[in-house]
């Protein structure tokens, strides 16, 4: 853990920590504004379920997400937590697309079978002058070993 964790507690940070000894916790989101210590005080609370949950969690081979916005906030939050395998940080998008991988055939079927049917906002491929070429573009990013997504965009056309 870097020095973030030993700065002095705001009430935030107390009331965060109250939150996650409650047995019952199972998630929290942080809204708050730029600069305001939110990344301080999800080191702290990620510091401090480490050192009362985090032998219990590994037991059970779980893990405790924290996704953000940015890969710049996680790019801190992996720093600051050094690289704890406890811990899966992560934008919401390459989190999501974690969880949507598996299923992107069944997508590409339905988004295909709905443009060949056609849609009240879309006219119909035989319709379309010869002039205009449809494309489907599949944004399919490198995985790291971890299987999440990194920030480079591949497309199959």
């Known amino acids: 853990m870097t020095s973030r964790t030993g700065k002095p507690d705001t009430q935030a940070d107390i009331e965060l920590r109250e939150l996650l000894d409650d047995d019952n916790s199972t998630g929290f989101v942080m809204v708050a504004g730029a600069g305001s210590g939110k990344t301080t005080s999800i080191v702290k609370a990620l510091d401090h379920l480490r050192k009362t949950r985090g032998a219990h969690l590994r037991q059970r081979a779980q893990k405790v997400a924290c996704i953000t916005y940015t890969e710049v906030a ?4 992996w ?9 899966h940080v992560s934008t919401i998008h390459s989190f999501l697309w974690a969880a ?3 299923f992107q055939a069944d997508i590409a079927l339905w988004v295909d ?3 060949d049917r056609g849609s009240p906002t879309r006219k119909p491929r035989s319709r379309l002058s010869p002039s205009v070429h449809t494309r489907r573009l599949v944004f399919r990013p490198p995985l790291t070993s971890s ?3 990194t920030k480079s965009k591949r497309s199959n056309l």
């Open 74 to 77: 996680v790019d801190e939050i």
């Open 79 to 87: 720093g600051d937590v050094g690289n704890d395998p406890l811990f």
């Open 100 to 102: 949507l991988r598996p």
């Open 113 to 115: 079978r709905r443009i």
């Open 147 to 149: 299987g999440i997504a």
